[in-house]
């Protein structure tokens, strides 16, 4: 019964489920930077920048 127990009260998933919420939070994250650095001011802003850094 103690086997049983302490098996149990382990927590082996734990880092499975670290991992997910990780990735979940990342593909979070790129999505919100794609969707910015597509809009329209931001790649008028980044044409400037490298506009200006070629002459």
Same mark, same amino acid.
């Given at each position: 019964?103690?086997? &049983?127990?302490?098996? &149990?009260?382990?927590d082996?998933?734990?880092? +499975?489920?670290?991992?997910? !919420?990780? +990735?979940?939070?990342?593909?979070?994250?790129?999505?919100?930077?794609?969707?910015?650095?597509?809009?329209?001011? !931001?790649?008028?802003?980044?044409?400037?920048?490298?506009?200006r850094?070629?002459?």
């Amino acid at each position: 019964m103690r086997k &049983l127990i302490a098996r &149990l009260r382990g927590d082996a998933g734990m880092n +499975t489920a670290e991992y997910a !919420v990780g +990735t979940l939070a990342a593909v979070a994250f790129a999505g919100i930077l794609l969707k910015v650095l597509t809009s329209g001011n !931001v790649q008028s802003a980044l044409t400037a920048v490298i506009d200006r850094a070629l002459k």
